[in-house]
């Protein structure tokens, strides 16, 4: 009997220890995956076809796992693979099965732009279930897709999204007749499902800040603004910048002279109160300075460009100011103007021409003392906290702003108050929202 | 239920100094792993500590440019400074009579304890130019040669001046 007894307690330990290990690993704890090019477009299809004599629940399976693993290896080699063999050619392709196809193609054409390769990777499936009404049976499946990719991180990419297929019963077997997933922009009901224009939006994710037109700044911003077409990375959630939050924390905080959670540096502490602003306006609260919307060396390594977090920098840069994006004015402008869709941080740009004329609520503006601002010559964060006129025209009579070291007199000193120089001397970085794991 | 019941308490009778022991082992062990996590924690954070809050080391003078002098010369006392180096310094009368303008009656002032007298009377605005070497692993500020403005307040009593803020010390091309 006590040897039963302590036979439960060790493994109630072991349970227990077993599920803080699964917590910190968090989604890596399927390590028995496949690569997907191990297998050539004849082995998917013959699974395929071996699967015929199966069950039905097993058949459906393979359909479900082959059509994903065969798309994941269309991405790494086109011309090699084709999930198209696992689709019901008897009907007409819905939107949502039109959309997942082109998000393969844009993947493929993404990296192939970006002159990324994925040099291995491996899949697992679980959480299968499917459910069978004659000839229609609706599936759904969880895919964790590791993969190395040369973006330039040490890291692996790490990816787990469920899919829901639906699928109708031929002569020749299941086959797919609808596939959705629950990435969280597929999630919202006013997704609107269409194939993707792989080549106008590839084109537009890698020219956006090379095509920059400072005259169009804000249309130019519009079109950064894009959807979210399952760009391939860690699954990153958007997190709202409500500037309303970003200026009440402007407001509670301009005339700080010490700071219980983010500290003072009474020498430098314009961006660190930049920052502040638009933590709070990503929705940053609370007494951590690593916990989302920060993004810490914890998360990202500490070589990583994105490192967004008080008092640590990153290794990445050469022009170390560069390295200290939470702390320092040229840091920070850096961070913005490299944002993007697929790393995790505040995304936007800098800009740094007719920052004023086009300064909106929420913006962090800086200026250079030597007149040409550039994300390696600006010296001093101001936050904005109100502007009048009309954008595109504005005036620094027109801003309003709050500020550390030499502070602002109140949350809306007007900037021509502030500082004796002319517009073309002020950048302005835009914070559009975050995107978090 | 009552077999629920029965179990549990048939189970807590036949719990002896034995199991006890076994128990209170794995305790040991479950909290020592979680304090574990929590230290590991706390190490991360704790790198950065030091220069969490970081304010002038500054020697209160009748001479406003010797406070500021004390204070960029005082640096040196940092655990990220290399070297530094100060060059020139003035009161700068023109940022003097703009900043009071700036704060007079302002929200700022009235936070800070600022009379219009004070900012009238007793504020004055020092410029420096000054050379800083910082280890910029271990500090995000700006170097080499650099220009800054300090505004200084001056106590009714003593006379002395204090610095109570500044601009951010900006390159310059020597």
Known sequence: MKKRLIL?????????????????????????????????????????????????????????????????????????????VYLDKNRTMTAQVEYRLSEYDYLNSLYNALDWKITSDSIVFDKFSVEINNDNAYASIVESYTY??????????????????????RDKGWRITNVTTNDPWESNKDFNYEAIDVESVVLTQVNQKSSFN?????????????????IESDPLYVWNYDTDDAVDYAEDHYDDTLNSVFGFSSGVNCQNFASQCVWAGLG?????????????????????????SRNQSTTYYTYTPHNWAWDNVKGFAKLMERSTQITEGPYGDTYYSNAIEYAQVGNVLSYDTGGSPAADTVDHAMFVTEVSGTSGSRTTSEVKIACHTSPSNSAYETLSSYASYSSSYFARSVILRGYYQ | ??????????????????HMTILALVLVILVAYMLGTVQNEIKHTEI??????????QQASIDPKETVRSALENQIEKEYTLSIEVKEIWIDEEETKRNIKRYLGSELAEKRGWTDEDLRERFIVVRAKYYADYDDKKIFYTDGHLEQYFYLMQDKKNKKWII??????????E
């Open chain 1, 148 to 169: 190395d990719i040369t973006d330039g991180f040490k890291d692996n990419s790490f990816r787990r999204r469920e899919y829901t297929f639906t699928l109708f019963k």
């Open chain 2, 1 to 18: 239920m009552n077999t629920i019941k029965r179990t549990i308490v048939k189970l807590f009778r036949r719990i002896n100094k034995y």
């Open chain 1, 284 to 308: 940053g609260s609370g007494s951590s300075t690593t916990a989302a919307p920060a993004v810490p060396t914890q998360s990202v390594g500490s070589d990583a460009w994105n490192v967004w």
């Open chain 2, 48 to 57: 950065h500590k030091p220069y969490f809050n970081d304010y002038w080391i």
């Open chain 1, 8 to 84: 439960v307690v060790l493994l109630l330990t072991l349970i227990f220890s077993g599920n803080a290990m699964v917590m910190e690993v968090d989604g890596e704890e399927n390590i028995n995956g496949f690569d997907t090019l191990s297998f050539s477009q004849d082995d998917y299809q013959n699974i395929l076809i071996n699967s015929e004599k199966m069950s039905e629940d097993n058949q459906i399976r393979n359909i479900c796992e082959s059509f994903i693993a065969s798309s994941r290896a269309y991405v790494r080699k086109p011309s090699d693979y084709s999930n198209s």
């Open chain 2, 164 to 173: 109570v803020d500044n601009t951010s010390a900006y390159d310059v091309i």
């Open chain 1, 214 to 230: 400072p005259i169009l700044q804000n249309d130019i911003i519009h079109s950064k603004d894009l959807p979210l077409y399952g």
